[in-house]
Nanobody
Framework: QLQLVESGGGLVQPGGSLRLSCAAS????????IGWFRQAPGKEREGVSS????????NYASSMKARFTISRDNAKNMVYLQMDSLKPEDTAIYYC?????????????????????WGQGTQVTVSS
């Protein structure tokens, strides 16, 4: 069974940091580009960041580029999202997703239709 599992969410104060992890089971992540998405209550899902299968290419939503960093460790079958300088508006459920694209391509940050597998999400709450 192919699964993605996110972890690392929680409650953090404004200005704080969290590192989200995305783990795969049943398949190897190094064949897939990975994206992070988020959905806040009452809002549509939005793309946060994406990374190519090798990790050589990365994309970020403009509002997060200076604060978030995506990375991957294919040897550990893991992808990470380091989130710094968190703001209350970052509060959302964060999802990782896997997209099998050729030639180490990278999906656009908002191209959710390109993703084949999705995790269940991890809650991030930024509040004092």
């Amino acid at each position: 069974q192919l699964q993605l599992v996110e972890s690392g969410g929680g409650l953090v104060q404004p200005g704080g940091s969290l590192r989200l992890s995305c783990a795969a089971s049943g398949f190897t992540l190094d064949d897939y580009a990975i994206g992070w998405f988020r959905q806040a209550p009452g809002k549509e899902r939005e793309g946060v960041s994406s990374i190519s299968s090798s990790g050589s290419s990365k994309n970020y939503a403009s509002s997060m580029k200076a604060r978030f960093t995506i990375s991957r460790d294919n040897a550990k079958n893991m992808v990470y999202l380091q989130m710094d300088s968190l703001k209350p508006e970052d509060t959302a459920i964060y999802y990782c997703a896997a997209s099998k694209l050729p030639d180490d391509s990278i999906p656009g940050v908002q191209s959710s239709w390109l993703y084949d597998y999705w995790g269940q999400g991890t809650q991030v709450t930024v509040s004092s």
